[in-house]
C-alpha cells in the first residue's frame, strides 16, 4: 500500500477472507487516502505468516487497548512525562501527520536488523519483476496491479466475464513465493 493509506489505515483496514484463507489490507477511500479515491482490496502478498502475525498482534493489542474499529491502525504515539518526571509514551486517537514519520520508522526497522534501507515504494518494483520470472506472469502481473491499485482493464473484464476475479486474484498473489 501507498504510504498515504497507511498513515490513514484503520483497525477494519485488516481483515480476513475466510474463503480464500487470505489477509488482506482493505483501503477504503472515504476512510484513507487511496489513488484516485479507488476502493482497494490488497492482498498481503505471498505466504508471510511471520509480517501477518506482527500486524495482528499489533491490531489486537490496539483493541485491548480500547480503540475501536474506525480508529487508527497507526495511531500516533505522544511523549508524555509522569509526575515523577518519567517519560512515557501513549498512543493517540489521532494519526501521525508527517508521512516523514513512517518512512524514519521504515528506515530505522531496517536499521535494527542490520538491513540496507529500501524505499517502501521499491518493493513494488521488485515484486513485479519476481513475477515476471513466473509461469503464470501475465496473470500474476494484472492481480498485482489490481493489487496496487491501479485501474486494470483486463481485471475488469475477467470479473465480468470470466468469473471470480477475486478468487482468482487472492490465490495468485497468494501463490508468490517471496525470498
Excluded at 517519560?87 to 508527517?98: V, W
Aim: hydrophobic share 35%; with cysteine.
Amino acid at each position: 500500500p501507498r504510504t498515504g493509506a497507511i498513515q490513514k489505515a484503520r483497525i477494519c483496514s485488516i481483515s480476513h477472507l475466510k474463503d480464500y484463507d487470505i489477509w488482506v489490507f482493505y483501503q477504503d477511500p472515504r476512510l484513507m487516502d487511496t489513488k484516485f479515491r479507488k476502493t482497494i482490496t490488497a492482498f498481503f502478498i505471498g505466504d508471510c505468516q511471520d509480517i501477518i502475525q506482527n500486524v495482528i498482534t499489533w491490531r489486537d493489542y490496539l483493541i485491548e487497548q480500547g480503540f475501536k474499529n474506525k480508529d487508527y491502525l497507526f495511531p500516533k504515539i505522544n511523549a508524555t512525562f509522569t509526575q515523577n518526571g518519567t517519560s512515557t509514551l501513549q498512543l493517540s486517537k489521532d494519526y501521525m501527520k508527517s508521512v516523514g514519520t513512517i518512512t524514519a520508522i521504515v528506515k530505522a526497522a531496517f536499521q535494527a536488523n542490520n538491513l540496507p534501507y529500501i524505499k517502501p515504494h521499491n518493493f513494488r518494483h521488485t515484486i513485479s519483476r519476481l513475477a515476471q520470472k513466473k509461469p503464470d506472469a501475465t496473470n500474476i502481473l494484472i492481480a498485482l496491479a489490481e493489487n496496487n491499485g491501479h485501474k486494470n482493464e483486463m481485471a475488469a473484464q475477467i470479473a465480468s466475464y470470466g468469473g471470480n476475479y477475486e478468487a482468482d486474484q487472492a490465490g495468485l498473489i497468494k501463490s508468490i513465493k517471496l525470498e
